[in-house]
């Protein structure tokens, strides 16, 4: 079942879908390599507004943490999504 809320806030440039483990940033572009640097700088920008990092920490994070997924080539367009894990914002007990 799918079900979808809108946030209101601030605008963003791209989709945004949430899973239960993931947060995942959209972007197309008739380049891949283009729809998959737009993509991975909405997370950058993510993880710098909404966990306090520095860009290069987003980033170093990013390149270890995030798993890419090419979500269409057809009509001219190519798509990916970015999965950003919720665990790694989980904070640990122990």
């Known amino acids: 079942m799918l079900k979808f809320r809108l946030r209101k806030g601030p605008p963003i440039r791209r989709p945004r879908a949430e899973t239960g483990k993931c947060l995942n940033f959209l972007a197309f572009d008739e380049d891949l390599d283009v729809a998959v640097l737009d993509a991975t700088r909405d997370v950058i920008g993510y993880l710098t507004k909404h966990h306090g ?38 904070k640990n007990t122990n």
Do not use: C, N, W
């Open 53 to 90: 990092l520095t860009h290069q920490e987003a980033y170093t994070l990013a390149s270890i943490a995030v798993d890419f997924r090419i979500s269409q080539m057809v009509d001219g367009l190519k798509g990916v999504h970015v999965m950003l894990p919720k665990t790694l914002f989980e």
